[in-house]
């Protein structure tokens, strides 16, 4: 089985400043990882993922994410955090060979930026 | 273009009264999803469907059905057993693969119950 942690419910910066969101996982097999972006009253967009091949993952508005499988992390940066990323942010695994495609979430981030 | 489509985007529920909220997609994807949304709560899984005519219930079923008869359409019905239904609800699609590209969401369904 496969779970996710989020390390931080909420999670508050200046604007200009790095947002750092941190996400810890397990998986028994190689895992396929994502970032999902939630604003509200909308539906969750996809941020960014890791299948294979290169670790350092580039997403959209800025964001990007490392795979250390060393010490099973995902966590997503921002060098320069803009009032528009205030939202919630969800990390998530993909499924076992039993259930390909279908993933395991995280609690979610929220992220506010002050100005 | 290709997506998922959540309707209404907003409903009111009387106490006592089954309500459905529909869920379609035009992607070809095999799998469909639905979750609750409360605040401070994550995504909790409902029921899932990996294949038409088929579902499972996920770790909050009880109070809600669901039916798959079109690889398209996976509509919840939040019925008058669910003590709670005032919650944001999500539908998602995804494909049956290894290499999958994930989900992909609807922009949700507010219930409120009046």
């Known amino acids: 089985a496969q779970s996710v942690t989020q390390l931080g419910s909420h999670v508050s910066v200046s604007e200009g400043a790095l947002v750092l969101l941190r996400c810890n996982y397990s998986?028994?097999?190689?895992?396929?990882l994502f970032w999902y972006v939630q604003y509200p009253n909308q539906g969750l967009q996809l941020l960014l993922k890791?299948?294979?091949?290169?670790?350092l993952v580039k997403g959209i508005n800025g964001f990007e994410a490392e795979f250390k499988k060393s010490e099973t992390s995902f966590h997503l940066t921002k060098p320069s955090a803009h009032m528009s990323d205030a939202a919630e942010y969800f990390c998530?695994?993909?499924?076992?060979?039993?259930?390909?495609?279908?993933?395991?979430f995280g609690q979610g981030t929220i992220l506010t930026v002050h100005p | 273009d290709g997506g998922i489509t959540q309707s209404p985007k907003y409903l009111f529920r009387k106490e006592g009264q089954n309500v459905t909220l529909s869920c379609e997609q035009n992607?070809?994807?095999?799998?469909m999803y639905w979750y609750r949304q409360d605040p401070g709560q994550g995504l909790r899984l409902i029921y899932y469907s990996q294949i038409v005519n088929d579902f499972q219930k996920g770790d909050i079923a009880e109070g809600y059905s669901v039916s798959r008869e079109k690889k398209e359409s996976f509509p919840l019905t939040v019925t008058s057993a669910q003590k709670n239904p005032t919650a944001f609800y999500l539908c998602a699609s995804s494909i049956l693969v290894r290499e999958t590209t994930g989900y992909t969401f609807g922009s949700g369904t507010r219930l409120t119950v009046v």
């Open positions: 890791y299948t294979t091949g290169a670790t």
């Open positions: 998986s028994s097999v190689p895992p396929y």
């Open positions: 998530a695994v993909s499924g076992t060979s039993t259930s390909y495609g279908k993933l395991t």
């Open positions: 992607l070809n994807h095999d799998a």
